[in-house]
């Protein structure tokens, strides 16, 4: 359980890091499209806070999901991450929706050339949150939590927006009056761009939730290890279903028939201990023994 703590641990350090940039990013960036008349870097300064509102929420997740198992609550609270992150997505999906139709409403009222600082705002939010979405992203795969995984793009998503803005303030400044709309359509994109990833985090999490099937690679390494406790024929059945940053496996092996009840339990014992060691992060593994079918039972 030290690995999974470890794993928790190090989820949380990025989504911490999550709240100080974005809470500092967004603060900049709303502050400075306010004084500097971009309302496409005040559309990216409003997602920047609510990202760190986002992250904190994350932190808050990831301390309730290790929350030992109780007895409304027998396979513990790690169901929570993915609830966490199937909410970032459908809140991400609701604020670019809003700021989609403000960018809308306000396309043909008169507006004042946005300054040109405004475009080094936007150019250093950009390299900010590269810097931290690499860092998150690089955590969520390591770690495996879908939560932070959905963060981590929506950190990613601030990127390509404060280029989007960028792109947008300087032909409204320069390009002259034929495009002046820019800093609009700059806005429209950004808003564009985060339902599409949004709705592919949503999507993602809430098939966690509906306890999809695991990658592959789980499936091998667990299969693999199993075979290779003594006695194990074969394995009839393996189910392997995530629970925040751990997996449940259910598993059916192949034993002998002609073993007693107690050898075929020291055999389901032997998987369990085989494939928790081996195979991170597993938390539980239920083991059901069924008889081989190269080895049929004896007709009387």
Request: aromatic residues 6%.
């Amino acid at each position: 359980m030290g690995d999974i703590a470890n794993l928790y641990h190090q989820a949380r350090q990025a989504a911490l890091w999550g709240v100080a940039v974005n809470s500092g990013l967004g603060l900049v960036k709303l502050l400075g499209g306010m004084y500097g008349h971009s309302f496409a870097l005040m559309t990216d300064g409003a997602h920047s806070l609510v990202d760190a509102l986002i992250s904190v929420s994350l932190v808050a997740a990831l301390y309730f999901a290790q929350r030992p198992a109780d007895r409304e609550h027998p396979y513990g609270h790690t169901r929570v991450e993915a609830l966490v992150g199937a909410g970032v997505g459908l809140l991400l999906i609701v604020l670019a929706l809003a700021l989609g139709w403000e960018a809308w409403n306000t396309r043909n009222l008169p507006h004042p050339s946005p300054h040109s600082f405004t475009l080094v705002v936007a150019g250093l939010g950009a390299l900010c949150q590269e810097v931290l979405s690499r860092f998150a992203i690089k955590t969520a795969r390591r770690t495996g939590s879908g939560a932070l995984l959905a963060t981590a793009w929506d950190y990613r998503l601030d990127v390509f927006g404060s280029l989007l803005v960028l792109f947008g303030v300087a032909l409204t400044k320069w390009g002259g009056p034929a495009w002046q709309m820019a800093d609009r359509i700059a806005a429209g994109l950004v808003a564009t761009l985060i339902i599409w990833v949004a709705s592919k985090l949503l999507w993602e999490n809430v098939q966690d939730l509906m306890d999809r099937q695991a990658n592959p690679l789980v499936l091998q390494d667990v299969r693999h290890e199993a075979l290779a406790v003594a006695g194990v024929q074969g394995v009839e059945k393996l189910r392997i279903r995530k629970a925040g940053l751990e997996y449940l496996v259910d598993i059916h092996v192949e034993v002998d028939p002609d073993l007693t009840v107690r050898e075929g339990h020291d055999i389901a014992h032997a998987v369990k201990d085989q494939v928790i060691t081996h195979v991170d992060p597993i938390r539980d593994v239920l083991v059901h023994i069924e008889p081989s079918r190269t080895h049929p039972p004896l007709m009387d």
